[in-house]
């Protein structure tokens, strides 16, 4: 029996996930609304991603900049201006969009799309997919 609940429990984190990926553009994506959408509490909905050694905010805030990546490597949307890109991707502010980027990889949006560091640099370090 044990193993059915570990199995349902990763079930359950799947189908947040892919809520959360689904609306990651909304940036008043909340813990209350995807724990309604799943018709479960919001501390469970904690307690899944706890399970796994995460947390909610930063999965939906790691999703939001993998997004952004996506979105900046894509050639149809080299026009866009970034902050309407961060602004499609779930970031209502600019500067903290900003600020998260530069620490999660380690450089700008804009250093990033203009080849001011190379892609390969930044995954042979472990902050880009590869």
Known sequence: MEDGFFVARGSRLGAIKAFIVSRIDNPELC????AAHQQISSSYVRKLFAAEG???TAFVLQTRLEKVLEMLADPDARGQPISAIALKCGFNDIS????????RYG???SDLRY???????LAANGRLPA
């Open 96 to 103: 903290y969009f900003n600020r998260v980027f530069r620490k």
């Open 54 to 56: 995460a947390k909610f």
């Open 31 to 34: 813990l209350d609304d995807v």
């Open 115 to 121: 080849g001011r560091v190379a892609n390969a640099e």
């Open 107 to 109: 450089c700008t949006p």
